[in-house]
């Protein structure tokens, strides 16, 4: 389980005519399992957050710490497509991410695959699969490497209602079983409800402007 600490955050992207303040002096701290949603209207900063957060923009003020204990937490991502490689087999994507080889790497990513109901694709490939395997693929992918965080921006954005709501349970339910901490990027109010303990609102201008726990359980059947 990762700690994160947010410090003071500003960013600016600044062109030729203007400049624009995508993060305003945000400052939080997350520790423990948390599911933790930022939400907040298209362009309030989401996805720069979870730039800055994962060490793809850098921050043009203030702090961020990922720990896990004394060391740097190990980060997984889920992405709003599924982003497989598609000349390689399902399970040989699991694998291809993988810091190390032999038969219990293999077989902790065939449980991961498992966890998400598909073990029989396997030997599969990418076109193979609908939108919503494909995207299942990418969340077992990115819990097989046992990261310490999960950072997930709009996962589901592509999907259909329905399949979209059975990924949340299954989402949830990893969640629960790896204890993992995770940091989830949507614009849908009613998803970061349905899956969060904690929601962290961002408006117009990267303010932060609510951090709320959420006591709603998942509905389990
Ligand atoms: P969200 O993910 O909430 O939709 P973004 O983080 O993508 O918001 O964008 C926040 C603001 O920063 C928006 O006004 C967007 O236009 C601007 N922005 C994002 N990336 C860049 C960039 N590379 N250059 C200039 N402006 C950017
Ligand atoms: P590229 O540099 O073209 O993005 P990479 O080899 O870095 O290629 O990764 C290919 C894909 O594998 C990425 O698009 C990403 O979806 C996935 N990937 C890489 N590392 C991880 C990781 N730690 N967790 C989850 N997915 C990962």
Redesign the pocket.
Known sequence: MATIKVQDLRKE?V?DTST?V?IENVSFEVGGHEFVSVV?P???????LLNILSGIESATRGTVDITEGDRKAKLGYVFQSARLLPWRSVIDNLLFVQSSRGPQVRARCERYLDMVQLSHTAKQYPGQLSGGMQQRVGIARAFSIEPDLLLMDEPFSHLDAITARSLRRELHVMWQETGKTVLFVTHDVSEAVELSTRIIMLAKG?RLVADLPVELPFPRD
């Open positions: 992207f062109t624009v995508a907040g298209s362009g309030c900063g989401k996805s720069t990267g």
